[in-house]
């Protein structure tokens, strides 16, 4: 199984410049979410979805959007990038409450200059 | 505001001594507490905590929840160089599960 896959895993950004980072996950699972994760720093909560059609915001989600047509992808767009936006970004997908842990692709690294 | 906090921030020790790592939270809406691995990617998964005073055990991994004072201790024992990395602690809350980390545990195992 593929799990859970992040692309690109790489991008340098001009300021003002926007782009989409894709996540897809193959283990059927409703919940997916995306964190962002700064130098030396926890991960932050970007914006989640509990299943397709319907998404939330979640600690920092200024400066981004997401849709989630499908059970399988849940794209984030960047919109008018900032160099506050420079940032490791990593997608994760889980199962319902108490039937297992969180499971994370590799991330994306992104430099906005 | 919730919080999670790890302490220490870093920890340097020598292959085979044997480290605990702390965790401690505030939130409203407690669901479990998760221990994730990092190194230098993805976060991989080590524990999930439920209930108080059930150790889990993985190995030279070992993890224990106290729901009521709030914390989680990650014991590692014999520690490798492979075992450098950060450790993250992290607390599920709300109906979809969504995580809350601290800063993480830079641990650093020398040879």
């Known amino acids: ?113 | 505001e919730d919080k999670v906090v790890q302490s220490p921030l870093s920890l340097v020790v020598h292959e085979g001594d044997t480290v605990t790592l702390n965790c401690s939270y505030e939130v409203t809406n407690f669901r479990s507490l998760l221990w994730y691995k990092q190194e230098k990617k993805a976060p991989t998964f080590l524990f999930m905590l439920t209930s108080s005073g059930i150790e889990k055990k993985s190995g030279r991994l070992s993890s224990i929840l106290d729901k009521k004072e709030l914390f989680s201790i990650l014991n590692i024992t014999a520690t490798q160089t492979g075992d450098s990395a950060v450790y993250l602690c992290a607390v599920e809350e709300g109906s979809a599960r969504q995580l809350t980390f601290g800063s993480g545990t830079q641990l650093t195992v020398l040879p």
Not at chain 1, 15 to 35: A, E, K, P, R
Not at chain 1, 53 to 79: A, C, H
Request: aromatic residues 12%; hydrophobic residues 35%; neutral net charge.
């Open chain 1, 1 to 113: 199984n593929a799990g859970v896959t992040q692309t690109p895993k790489f991008r340098i950004l001009k300021i003002g410049q926007s782009m989409t980072l894709q996540c897809t996950q193959d283990m059927n699972h409703n919940y997916m979410y995306w964190y962002r994760q700064d130098p030396g720093m926890g991960l932050k909560l970007i914006y989640y979805s509990v299943g397709a059609g319907i998404t939330d915001k979640g600690e920092v989600p200024n400066g981004y959007n997401v849709s989630r047509s499908t059970t399988e992808d849940f794209p984030l767009r960047l919109e008018l990038a900032a160099p506050s936006q420079t940032s490791v970004y990593f997608c994760a997908s889980s199962p319902p409450a108490g039937a297992g842990e969180l499971f994370f692709g590799e991330g994306s690294r992104l430099t906005v200059l």
